[in-house]
């Protein structure tokens, strides 16, 4: 007889520390060393030793390596190290890997890093860097665009945003109100890298990158570390913070999927969100409408319109008039990145966002949603992606 | 330039599965994968038919008629290449054989652009001097 038992993740894990360096566009160190930092400041915040941490979980395109981590810190030995692909998309995918490899008996307290120097380092179109040629594609994935001059995320984001934006009736107005609330929240936190209130008409006004989408439709440019550890539910009950217990966690591709440029499946507007959400929702046995505040990734504002869509939060063509007049904003319908987004406070491939999510469930956020319960995180959902559901006790 | 240098084309190529797109192109033809299996259309290439599996394809001669889906002006910053281009069309086009593409925008301003209208290939230079697909309004 075939002995199986189920087994999930869902409430086995909580965040139990968070490490953050101050964002900067030029923080002056290596990629490194930062992140070292980062995680000693994430066991501080937890109140752990080195020697506690058995797992790594790390983004693939990540460069410091979890064995240079964990030869720094300390850590006598990793019993689980794994990683996620998509850059971007691969944060909340991280961390829920994390979770997996507690509920599946093969760490028991798991460290999450991210350290970036896009701020200072390689933007092959600004001439900062040269992994990039004019014209030459080295890859498949990027084979068909490099030859027409459409290399640039916000130009393969522009190309979904205008038919989206077209066959739902919304407007950049709607875009611009999202930029707002990301600024909006941005405000009042001294890491944020863009701290000046902006409106709607600021947003119209701001000059074109990839028409119909504007500079203050993109992200930042961001130098930045941060971590997160992750332990079982029964340590977690005895460390330093509040648990914040991962909920559920989840991953999508959909169909014949293409890094960005994913224009050629059907439906043609349905990205990777749409998928991860079904999951996400089917694990955590609850629905959007029990969610009190959500960081959706925004590395350019479009991509919150679509998982308002994609996450249940709005019918398909009801996303733009629930953004408007400060939808998004803490009194709003759905307060939404809340320390300012990747496109206020800082771009460092999500980190951030999880982290601020976490904030939201131990009640220690700048803009505090009152009574958060239930606090969603997704990951960048023009590449596979993934999203954590976060609750407290 | 070294005589050794690579062309443009030879880098351009993305691998083996993009090699005949790109030689088609240079002599004036569309052309896709097309299943030698089950017959289905398929772009961008790959080396298997998610419909049947075969490994087995031609390179067919697409009509170069479709249909806009979308469209894209990139202001700057831009790579070195087209900085003296800029703002550069690209559009996003579903043809008659079912399978999607993009190009260049060329005969005509943006401002004429529709959803859905009507577009026919053709065939200009990509900065590095070779020929490759680009669309225009039918």
């Given at each position: 007889?075939?002995?199986?038992?189920?087994?999930?993740?869902?409430?086995?894990?909580?965040?139990?520390?968070?490490?953050?360096?101050?964002?900067?566009?030029?923080?002056?160190?290596?990629?490194?060393?930062?992140?070292?930092?980062?995680?000693?400041?994430?066991?501080?915040?937890?109140?752990?030793?080195?020697?506690?941490?058995?797992?790594?979980?790390?983004?693939?395109?990540?460069?410091?390596?979890?064995?240079?981590?964990?030869?720094?810190?300390?850590?006598?030995?990793?019993?689980?190290?794994?990683?996620?692909?998509?850059?971007?998309?691969?944060?909340?995918?991280?961390?829920?890997?994390?979770?997996?490899?507690?509920?599946?008996?093969?760490?028991?307290?798991?460290?999450?890093?991210?350290?970036?120097?896009?701020?200072?380092?390689?933007?092959?179109?600004?001439?900062?860097?040269?992994?990039?040629?004019?014209i030459?594609?080295?890859?498949?994935?990027?084979?068909l665009f490099a030859p027409h001059g459409f290399?640039?995320?916000?130009?393969?984001?522009?190309m979904?945003?205008?038919?989206?934006?077209?066959?739902?009736?919304?407007?950049?107005?709607?875009?611009?109100?999202?930029?707002?609330?990301?600024?909006?929240?941005?405000?009042?936190?001294?890491?944020?890298?863009?701290?000046?209130?902006?409106?709607?008409?600021?947003?119209?006004?701001?000059?074109?990158?990839?028409?119909?989408?504007?500079?203050?439709?993109?992200?930042?440019?961001?130098?930045?570390?941060?971590?997160?550890?992750?332990?079982?539910?029964?340590?977690?009950?005895?460390?330093?913070?509040?648990?914040?217990?991962?909920?559920?966690?989840?991953?999508?591709?959909?169909?014949?999927?293409?890094?960005?440029?994913?224009?050629?499946?059907?439906?043609?507007?349905?990205?990777?969100?749409?998928?991860?959400?079904?999951?996400?929702?089917?694990?955590?046995?609850?629905?959007?409408?029990?969610?009190?505040?959500?960081?959706?990734?925004?590395?350019?504002?479009?991509?919150?319109?679509?998982?308002?869509?994609?996450?249940?939060?709005?019918?398909?063509?009801?996303?733009?008039?629930?953004?408007?007049?400060?939808?998004?904003?803490?009194?709003?319908?759905?307060?939404?990145?809340?320390?300012?987004?990747?496109?206020?406070?800082?771009?460092?491939?999500?980190?951030?966002?999880?982290?601020?999510?976490?904030?939201?469930?131990?009640?220690?956020?700048?803009?505090?949603?009152?009574?958060?319960?239930?606090?969603?995180?997704?990951?960048?959902?023009?590449?596979?992606?993934?999203?954590?559901?976060?609750?407290?006790? | 330039?070294?005589?050794?240098?690579?062309?443009g084309?030879?880098?351009r190529?993305?691998?083996?599965?993009?090699?005949?797109y790109w030689?088609a192109a240079r002599a004036r033809e569309l052309r896709f994968?097309?299943?030698?299996?089950?017959?289905?259309?398929?772009h961008?290439?790959?080396?298997?038919?998610?419909?049947?599996?075969?490994?087995?394809?031609?390179?067919?001669?697409a009509s170069g008629r479709a249909?806009l889906l979308?469209w894209v002006i990139v202001?700057?910053?831009?790579?070195?290449?087209w900085?003296?281009r800029?703002p550069v069309p690209v559009v996003l086009v579903?043809c008659?054989?079912?399978?999607r593409t993009i190009g260049n925008l060329v005969g005509a301003s943006p401002?004429v652009l529709?959803?859905?209208m009507p577009m026919v290939v053709d065939f200009t230079p990509s900065p590095d001097g070779d020929l490759v697909p680009q669309w225009r309004p039918a």
């Amino acid at each position: 007889m075939l002995h199986t038992r189920p087994v999930s993740l869902k409430d086995q894990a909580a965040i139990v520390g968070l490490g953050q360096l101050p964002f900067a566009k030029d923080i002056g160190r290596p990629e490194e060393v930062t992140a070292l930092e980062a995680c000693r400041l994430a066991l501080a915040d937890a109140g752990l030793r080195p020697s506690d941490i058995d797992g790594t979980s790390k983004w693939s395109i990540q460069m410091t390596a979890e064995n240079a981590i964990a030869r720094s810190l300390g850590i006598p030995n990793l019993r689980y190290f794994g990683e996620v692909g998509y850059g971007g998309g691969g944060g909340c995918g991280v961390v829920g890997h994390a979770a997996a490899a507690i509920a599946a008996g093969m760490a028991r307290c798991v460290l999450v890093y991210r350290s970036r120097n896009r701020g200072s380092g390689g933007r092959p179109w600004a001439g900062t860097s040269r992994e990039r040629d004019n014209i030459a594609a080295e890859t498949n994935e990027t084979a068909l665009f490099a030859p027409h001059g459409f290399v640039r995320p916000v130009d393969q984001v522009a190309m979904f945003a205008r038919r989206f934006l077209h066959e739902r009736g919304y407007t950049t107005r709607h875009l611009g109100w999202i930029a707002v609330a990301c600024r909006r929240h941005a405000t009042n936190n001294p890491v944020a890298m863009m701290r000046e209130p902006i409106t709607v008409e600021d947003h119209a006004r701001a000059r074109l990158i990839s028409d119909p989408l504007r500079l203050l439709d993109c992200c930042l440019e961001t130098d930045g570390a941060a971590a997160v550890i992750v332990a079982a539910a029964d340590m977690a009950r005895d460390l330093r913070q509040k648990p914040v217990y991962i909920m559920a966690a989840a991953q999508g591709m959909g169909p014949r999927n293409w890094i960005m440029n994913n224009y050629f499946k059907d439906p043609l507007l349905e990205s990777p969100g749409a998928y991860a959400a079904r999951d996400l929702w089917r694990m955590a046995g609850v629905g959007p409408r029990d969610v009190q505040v959500a960081q959706l990734y925004d590395a350019f504002t479009p991509l919150v319109l679509a998982s308002l869509e994609e996450y249940g939060f709005c019918r398909p063509g009801e996303a733009g008039a629930f953004v408007e007049d400060h939808g998004l904003e803490v009194s709003g319908r759905l307060p939404t990145n809340t320390s300012g987004g990747s496109l206020s406070e800082a771009y460092v491939h999500g980190i951030n966002l999880i982290i601020e999510a976490a904030r939201q469930i131990r009640g220690t956020s700048l803009n505090q949603v009152p009574g958060a319960r239930l606090s969603l995180v997704t990951s960048g959902n023009m590449v596979p992606t993934g999203a954590l559901l976060l609750r407290g006790d | 330039m070294a005589d050794a240098a690579p062309t443009g084309f030879e880098r351009r190529t993305g691998g083996p599965d993009w090699i005949p797109y790109w030689a088609a192109a240079r002599a004036r033809e569309l052309r896709f994968q097309r299943c030698r299996g089950c017959g289905r259309w398929r772009h961008p290439p790959g080396p298997m038919c998610p419909a049947c599996g075969s490994l087995e394809h031609e390179w067919a001669r697409a009509s170069g008629r479709a249909r806009l889906l979308s469209w894209v002006i990139v202001h700057p910053p831009v790579l070195p290449a087209w900085k003296d281009r800029v703002p550069v069309p690209v559009v996003l086009v579903e043809c008659e054989e079912g399978v999607r593409t993009i190009g260049n925008l060329v005969g005509a301003s943006p401002e004429v652009l529709r959803m859905d209208m009507p577009m026919v290939v053709d065939f200009t230079p990509s900065p590095d001097g070779d020929l490759v697909p680009q669309w225009r309004p039918a």
